[in-house]
């Protein structure tokens, strides 16, 4: 029974071996030239891709300019810039920080998307933080002894001229997704705190915002403590009119989802420090 077994092993192994017909060597030839052309159309495709990339940062880089100013143990400070002929009403961004060599040493994201409020006039300039409290204490010792050296890129990613209609260039799969707001009660969905007893508070009107989360309206208020709408407010509420730098306190007080469109309203409080 053995000897059967083997003898149809070996019947089997030789059925195999007998129907593999060997490649000419016309058609191992042909299988190598289509494996190069396959090859190279893959590799201009690449570098076709890459080059439309690379133009399309040069553009996305030349909207708006950024000018180093300071940098402390807390903050990387800048100064971004509008280098367009246009007021520039929303935006979405990132600031990036790079070394000589092009290598990133540090990024953050920059959103102000606020339709009908202009972020940037034709020629103006609004300051920038970028938080080192998250980076090493290599990275922190780093960036202390060569901000003024870096390369310093913001890169557009949405953006939106008073009057019309927006520029996005995030790719298909990056795109907000429009988001279906079911019939709901309206409900406050953040938790603002109260300003201090030596402050006053101010709220603004409701503003209405397409966004899908609450979450992006509270970016960047630090930021927001030197708008100067924010200032004169403080300033015409305090009957002062002397230099005021900057507000004590600038954050989200209500966001609301709207029920009847998509996006949410909100309104913002602003503490100012009573004069002593």
Same mark, same amino acid.
């Given at each position: ?97 790079? $070394? *000589?060599?092009?290598?990133? /040493?540090?990024? #953050? ?6 339709? @009908?409020? =202009? ?102 208020? $630090? *930021?927001?403590?030197?708008? /100067?709408?924010? #200032? ?6 305090? @009957?002062? =009119? ?35």
């Amino acid at each position: 029974m053995k000897r059967i077994f083997l003898l149809t092993i070996f019947l089997a192994l030789l059925g195999c071996d007998s129907s593999n017909k060997a490649k000419t060597p016309e058609e191992v030839q042909a299988e190598i030239m289509a494996s190069q052309k396959l090859f190279k159309e893959n590799q201009q495709r690449i570098e076709a891709a890459n080059k439309e990339r690379e133009v399309r940062l040069v553009e996305q880089r030349s909207y708006i300019s950024v000018r180093f100013v300071s940098v402390d143990e807390e903050f990387l400070e800048v100064e971004l810039v509008n280098e367009t002929a246009k007021d520039i009403d929303n935006v979405v961004g990132s600031l990036e920080v790079l $070394d *000589s060599s092009g290598n990133s /040493v540090t990024s #953050i994201a920059l959103t102000n998307w606020v339709p @009908g409020d =202009t972020y940037l006039p034709r020629g103006g300039t609004t300051p920038a933080r970028k938080s080192l409290a998250l980076e090493t204490p290599e990275k922190r010792n780093q960036i202390l002894e060569r901000a003024s050296e870096y390369k310093l890129f913001y890169t557009i990613f949405r953006i939106q001229f008073v009057g019309e209609d927006e520029i996005n260039y995030l790719e298909p799969i990056l795109q907000p997704k429009q988001v279906t707001i079911l019939e709901a009660k309206p409900v406050n969905q953040v938790k603002p705190e109260d300003c201090a007893s030596n402050q006053v508070s101010l709220e603004t009107e409701e503003i209405y915002y397409p966004g899908p989360k609450c979450e992006h309206i509270g970016r960047n208020m $630090d *930021s927001e403590r030197f708008k /100067v709408e924010y #200032i004169n407010m403080c300033k015409s509420k305090l @009957g002062i =009119t002397e230099h005021l730098p900057s507000v004590a306190k600038v954050q989200v007080s209500s966001c609301i989802y709207e029920t009847k469109r998509p996006g949410l309203t909100y309104r913002k409080r602003i503490c100012c420090d009573m004069p002593e």
